[in-house]
């Protein structure tokens, strides 16, 4: 008999709710650390260590082959819209929770929809719109003016958004005849050479050896969590995981109340269970 194309959809969706895990965690340290150490040394030092882990991690099942690749102008623009993304992330957890920062990042596939219109000449159902106008709602409950309190880079996830999405969008596109783990190089290898370039002008001493710990923790939240996602990917279809994409919403807010102390207001609430909700639902009608 035929072997199932996803032969455990089950190890699959818990496998994808842990790397939910490692990328609240991984947003989590992000924000710990944005106020004390220089954004660009903090790239550098999670590409270095992702690269790292990458390679062995994926060294022994793939040897060589992991570095070969027939795209390599595809390989530098989806490191440099990752690199980009995570300096975005880094910078907007400076002025915004976590929670609220995860739950405006489940705008995502929305946004991949409204950008599938024009780059990928894909026709958006009319219900989608209603339910991008729905979830970009829910974004501005989340981050809502609060007189004094609001700054313009709060709307830096809105930006980040943006970035993802295109960043999926490439990611779909090279998917299709390059293997994963050899783009999860080549994204945490971009992200070094980028991050190296960039050190003489913002290399900072950091005080403590906790503060290198948890900058060096990012990385490992970072490249474990893409590769927990790989796996989840191996044994269960997009379509089963996505749903369960929204567990980083918990995961964020749960960390960030234990971590800052920061528990969301009612708002913030209804804002977080309206995107959640529309994009949810806009995935669905994506995929029929």
């Not at 035929?2 to 818990?14: E, H, N, S």
């Not at 290898?189 to 950091?206: K, R």
């Not at 990385?219 to 474990?224: R, W």
Request: glycine letters at 10%.
């Amino acid at each position: 008999m035929p072997q199932p194309l996803y032969p455990r959809p089950a190890l699959g969706i818990a496998l994808a709710i842990a790397a939910t895990l490692c990328f609240a965690l991984l947003d989590t340290t992000s924000q710990f650390v944005g106020g004390v150490v220089p954004v660009l040394m903090a790239i550098w030092l999670r590409f270095l260590v992702q690269t790292g882990m990458t390679v062995a991690l994926l060294w022994p099942s793939q040897g060589k082959a992991l570095f070969h690749t027939t795209a390599p102008g595809w390989q530098l623009l989806r490191g440099a819209l990752m690199v980009t993304s995570g300096t975005v992330a880094y910078m907007s957890l400076r002025f915004v929770p976590v929670g609220d920062f995860t739950a405006i990042l489940m705008l995502v596939p929305l946004a991949i929809t409204v950008l599938a219109a024009p780059l990928l000449r894909e026709r958006v159902p009319a219900l989608t719109w209603w339910l991008i106008a729905g979830g970009f709602a829910g974004a501005l409950i989340v981050i809502r003016p609060k007189g004094s309190d609001f700054q313009g880079a709060m709307l830096l996830p809105l930006a980040l958004v943006l970035i993802n999405a295109l960043y999926q969008i490439v990611t779909s596109k090279m998917v299709k005849t390059e293997d994963p783990g050899t783009m999860h190089f080549y994204t945490g290898l971009t992200g070094l050479v980028f991050g190296t370039l960039a050190l003489p002008w913002s290399w900072a001493p950091m005080a403590t050896w906790q503060l290198w710990a948890l900058v060096a923790l990012m990385g490992v939240f970072g490249s474990l969590g893409h590769y927990v996602m790989i796996q989840a990917y191996h044994r269960a279809p997009a379509s089963r995981l996505t749903p369960y994409m929204y567990a980083q919403i918990g995961f964020a807010t749960l960390a960030g109340w234990i971590v800052f102390g920061y528990a969301p207001d009612v708002w913030t609430v209804v804002g977080v269970a309206l995107i959640a909700v529309c994009g949810a639902l806009g995935v669905r009608v994506r995929q029929g």
